[in-house]
């Protein structure tokens, strides 16, 4: 085997994504030390173009980051006035009203943003202190010293179909650094190589997940009311699977119309995707949007487990910040306040470290001010309405969620204790010999539309020479398995159609499996549900992949 040679660069602190926890993190060790050397790396096109959140931002972290972020004109704009959570039915809806719930479910003081420009705009104040950023670099895998993290690969490029150099292969290079911060985002490909390596999720239950798809919507101004957030569940899902809606009025007569389907759903014929455009459907959405236009379309996977299944956050060299390591307050549906709080954290515990002479051990200053301080705090008091939902379904988890929030809110403690998750996603998913095809009803072209029309509206793209992405470790099972026992879930829980099975007579199984990588919005599906487990997701080469706008 020939080894690659490649070029080395040396920095204090290397960044693995530009969202809000790994610029947090930037940010924060210029702040203390503007000599220190920092780099981030970011795989999408540019800051920004691979951010997707809902987002109602919680403004405790960016105000702890940059306490004059007003002033210095940071895109956060659209305070939230009005506040509602509604049950719907299939035709008609109930207001619960506010008072019953607890003061941390309150959006006021909070407001809707596109976190992709929020990342863009900290990407500014964190070049202006001197933070290298290279966006259109995917980090594809970790620097090992030993036992030590001490850096990652990245900007490979060039790569044949086969994974072998083209012709224009560059091998990229070996960014090393005192300590690296893995902030890819949820379900990053090396942040599940350190949780697997290191054995990080030991004594923790296992990490949940759901699917978040969005929409953006240029609506009728007559209709729009910026600053109204409005929450939903119950309809379309029902019994079938857990999850919600959001509808954001922001700026310019936008509309962020978003829908979440928690992952651990059994019925392998469950088709997310038609959930979500079924949901538009409802006439509170319908007449909403009628006139208006979708102008943007993404999915990405959110961490669901919360404080109970937080991995360990530390290895030696290396550290999981943010949506890596699992910070999202489910029933807030909020986490982009945690990540970067995170960010800050890491930030100070590793130029701690530094300042002492100290470089890759384990950093576990960090790992103690998120198990004691502020995302503690926020997370701890929420950490049985995933698990209740899971177990007794919507209206039990209004009621015992709701109640053990409340008890956890007035006495700092879980009435409930802390309750389990049990299985993965993956091992959720039921055999469809249990369960009967479900018949969504066909896009119309103006509220609903088909997949690849909508993906058209996320702008992705990647090179279509270079080897897929989306890696089978048997190429036999998605046929020989999965569609037996499963009916090939995977046609269904990918938000963008990456997978198909096609009919084919002339293979001895009468069909065969088609991955069409250039589909694929990275929102790491696939690596979370599939039942058997076989399908990784890795990076493409740097810059490919949505190129969202202002999601």
């Known amino acids: 085997m020939t080894t690659i040679e490649r070029e080395s660069m040396e920095f204090d602190v290397v960044i693995v994504g530009a969202g809000p926890a790994g610029l947090s993190a930037a940010i924060r060790l210029k702040q203390?030390?503007?000599?220190?050397?920092?780099?981030?790396?970011?795989?999408?096109?540019?800051?920004?173009?691979?951010?997707?959140?809902?987002?109602?931002?919680?403004?405790?972290?960016?105000?702890?980051?940059?306490?004059?972020?007003?002033?210095?004109?940071?895109?956060?704009?659209?305070?939230?006035?009005?506040?509602s959570f509604v049950v719907l039915g299939e035709g008609g809806s109930v207001r619960i009203p506010n008072w019953p719930m607890p003061r941390l479910m309150s959006n006021h003081g909070n407001y809707i943003v596109s976190m992709g420009n929020v990342c863009r705009w900290l990407a500014e104040q964190a070049e202006g202190m001197g933070v290298e950023i290279f966006p259109g670099m995917?980090?594809?895998?970790?620097?090992?010293?030993?036992?030590?993290?001490?850096?990652?690969?990245?900007?490979?490029?060039?790569?044949?179909?086969?994974?072998?150099?083209?012709?224009?292969?560059?091998?990229?290079?070996?960014?090393?650094?005192?300590?690296?911060?893995?902030?890819?985002?949820?379900?990053?490909?090396l942040a599940k190589v350190l949780i697997e390596k290191y054995a990080l999720s030991d004594g923790h239950e296992p990490q949940k997940f759901g699917i978040g798809m969005k929409e953006i919507w240029e609506i009728d101004p007559a209709k729009h009311k910026e600053g109204t957030v409005i929450h939903t569940m119950g309809w379309p899902l029902?019994?079938?699977?857990?999850?919600?809606?959001?509808?954001?009025?922001?700026?310019?007569?936008?509309?962020?119309?978003?829908?979440?389907?928690?992952?651990?759903?059994?019925?392998?014929?469950?088709?997310?995707?038609?959930?979500?455009?079924?949901?538009?459907?409802?006439?509170?959405?319908?007449?909403?949007?009628?006139?208006?236009?979708?102008?943007?379309?993404?999915?990405?996977?959110?961490?669901?487990?919360?404080?109970?299944?937080?991995?360990?956050?530390?290895?030696?060299?290396?550290?999981?910040?943010?949506?890596?390591?699992g910070l999202v307050n489910v029933p807030r549906i909020k986490g982009n306040h945690n990540a970067m709080l995170s960010g800050?954290?890491?930030?100070?515990?590793?130029?701690?470290?530094?300042?002492?002479?100290?470089?890759?051990?384990?950093?576990?200053?960090?790992?103690a001010e998120v198990r004691s301080g502020p995302i503690a705090r926020d997370l701890k008091r929420v950490r049985n309405v995933k698990p209740s939902w899971s177990r007794t379904g919507m209206i039990g988890s209004l009621m015992l969620g709701g109640a053990d929030m409340w008890f956890a809110n007035?006495?700092?403690?879980?009435?409930?204790?802390?309750?389990?998750?049990?299985?993965?996603d993956a091992a959720?998913?039921?055999?469809?010999?249990?369960?009967?095809?479900?018949?969504?009803?066909?896009p119309d072209g103006k509220l609903s539309f088909d997949r690849l029309t909508n993906v058209a509206f996320s702008f992705t793209n990647h090179e279509e020479s270079q080897p897929c992405h989306l890696k089978l470790k048997d190429p036999t099972i998605p046929i020989r398995v999965n569609l037996?026992?499963?009916?090939?879930?995977?046609?269904?829980?990918?938000?963008?159609?990456?997978?198909?099975?096609?009919e084919d007579a002339s293979v001895p199984e009468g069909a065969r499996f088609v991955i069409n990588f250039q589909n694929c919005v990275h929102c790491k599906t696939c690596d979370i549900k599939d039942p058997s487990q076989n399908i990784v997701w890795t990076t493409p080469q740097g810059g490919d992949g949505p190129n969202y706008p202002n999601m």
């Open 138 to 189: 995917a980090a594809s895998e970790l620097v090992m010293d030993g036992d030590r993290v001490a850096g990652v690969v990245a900007g490979e490029m060039g790569k044949n179909p086969d994974g072998t150099p083209g012709p224009g292969y560059e091998p990229g290079m070996e960014l090393r650094g005192k300590y690296v911060f893995i902030a890819e985002g949820v379900r990053g490909s």
């Open 484 to 502: 037996p026992e499963y009916a090939e879930p995977a046609q269904r829980y990918c938000p963008a159609g990456v997978y198909e099975v096609v």
């Open 32 to 83: 203390i030390d503007p000599d220190l050397n920092v780099v981030v790396l970011e795989k999408g096109s540019e800051v920004g173009a691979h951010i997707l959140s809902g987002a109602v931002l919680d403004p405790s972290g960016l105000t702890a980051l940059i306490p004059d972020w007003k002033e210095k004109g940071a895109p956060v704009r659209t305070e939230v006035h009005s506040d």
């Open 344 to 367: 800050i954290a890491a930030a100070e515990a590793a130029a701690a470290a530094i300042a002492a002479g100290r470089e890759g051990d384990e950093l576990t200053d960090y790992e």
């Open 238 to 325: 029902g019994k079938n699977a857990g999850g919600g809606s959001f509808i954001y009025h922001a700026e310019n007569n936008q509309v962020f119309i978003g829908f979440v389907v928690h992952l651990n759903y059994a019925n392998p014929y469950l088709y997310p995707y038609a959930e979500f455009q079924r949901f538009k459907h409802h006439p509170m959405v319908a007449e909403l949007l009628a006139g208006g236009k979708r102008v943007a379309y993404g999915a990405r996977a959110i961490s669901e487990g919360g404080w109970q299944s937080i991995p360990k956050l530390t290895v030696p060299g290396a550290v999981l910040l943010g949506c890596s390591a």
């Open 428 to 442: 959720a998913t039921g055999k469809a010999a249990k369960y009967k095809p479900i018949d969504y009803p066909k």
């Open 410 to 424: 007035l006495f700092n403690r879980n009435l409930l204790g802390t309750w389990k998750h049990g299985k993965t």
